[in-house]
Each structure stands twice: as structure tokens, then as C-alpha cells.
């Protein structure tokens, strides 16, 4: 399973942020495609991260070497195991262009 997004429209660079819990914690990774991709390439623009296991919210932060504009973001959760609470999910470009959603609000 995954998350996506069409609504990072900002050049890369990009830093991906998350604010994540999960008892198993694990590996997840982003994948992206940019414009005038109709497809997403199998082993390239992919960045893996890593939430740590335990109850307590954790921040992951991961460089994304995205070159040009992303049309399609993936969030692959590492969800294999156990649930995976999110807070928020940000995303950012060295020319301070972000996005992010705030899910701290909303009841569990």
C-alpha cells in the first residue's frame, strides 16, 4: 500500500518530512515521476527511510534527489507488520516552496 500526491508541484530538490509511530517500525521508501514520465522508472528516483520501532511519535527527514518537477509522489509506509500512525507529512525545495498536512487533529 501506498499514499500519493499530485500536489507537490515545486522543482527539486526536495526534503521529505514525517512525523510517524509504529510499534514494528521498518523500512519505507518514496518513489516519483516527473513530467514527461508516463510511467514510474523501476529502479531509479526512489529514496528509502527508515521509522523507528516504538510508541512514541518519531521525525524522519530524507533528502529526495528529484530533478525537475514531480508530477506523482508514492509513500510507501512500512506497514508490513504493525499499523502506522501519521502526524504529518511535509514536503519542502531549497527555495523555501512547501507542502504538508497535519493530521494531529484528527480523531484515532
Do not use: C
Request: proline share 6%.
Amino acid at each position: 500500500p501506498f499514499l500519493g500526491t499530485a500536489q507537490v508541484k515545486f522543482n527539486g530538490p526536495l526534503v521529505f518530512k514525517l512525523s510517524a509511530r509504529s510499534k514494528a517500525g521498518g523500512s519505507g521508501h518514496l518513489h516519483w515521476r516527473i513530467a514527461g514520465q508516463d510511467s514510474f522508472p523501476e529502479s531509479s528516483q526512489m529514496a528509502t527511510f527508515d521509522v523507528p520501532a516504538g510508541n512514541d511519535w518519531q521525525e524522519v527527514s530524507v533528502s529526495l534527489p528529484v530533478k525537475g518537477k514531480p508530477t506523482v509522489i508514492r509513500i510507501y509506509l512500512p506497514a508490513g507488520e504493525a499499523a502506522v500512525d501519521l502526524q504529518a507529512i511535509h514536503f519542502s525545495n531549497l527555495n523555501g516552496q512547501q507542502k504538508s498536512w497535519d493530521f494531529s487533529g484528527v480523531n484515532r
